[in-house]
């Protein structure tokens, strides 16, 4: 059973920067593939991006390709999300998600484990 943790959410001003992370325990963290996701109230849970297991390919949804990257630090079981250029429709509740299944990435069904979620709130 793997377990992540989120951290990094906060309050950004709109052209500001945040760095979210993800810290996974009780698995080889190495083997799973990774994903962020983003929620608001009353919409569904959101693909933003992810990145395969080995680092090597990332993917991001169009709303947030070169403003938002994602790596990962396989020796510290730790996946982050570094964003820049931050806009009002950033908000939302960020999550983390790790799955070793095949599939398609940007799909949440895709992904077996889950983190609580972290907040993030863009200001105008």
């Known amino acids: 059973q793997v377990q992540l943790v989120e951290s990094g959410g906060g309050l950004a001003q709109a052209g500001g920067s945040l760095r979210l992370s993800c810290v996974a325990s009780?698995?080889?963290?190495?083997?799973?593939?990774m994903g962020w996701f983003r929620q608001v109230p009353g919409k569904e849970r959101e693909f933003v991006g992810c990145?395969?297991?080995?680092?090597?390919?990332?993917y991001y949804v169009d709303s947030v390709k070169g403003r938002f990257a994602i790596s990962r630090d396989n020796a510290k079981n730790t996946q982050y999300l570094q964003m820049n250029s931050l806009k009002v429709e950033d908000t939302g509740v960020y999550y983390c998600?790790?799955?070793?299944?095949?599939?398609?990435?940007?799909?949440?069904?895709?992904?077996?484990?889950w983190g609580q979620g972290t907040q993030v709130t863009v200001s105008s």
């Open positions: 998600a790790a799955t070793r299944r095949p599939g398609a990435l940007n799909l949440s069904t895709r992904y077996d484990y």
């Open positions: 009780g698995g080889d963290f190495s083997l799973y593939d």
């Open positions: 990145i395969s297991w080995g680092g090597i390919a990332t």
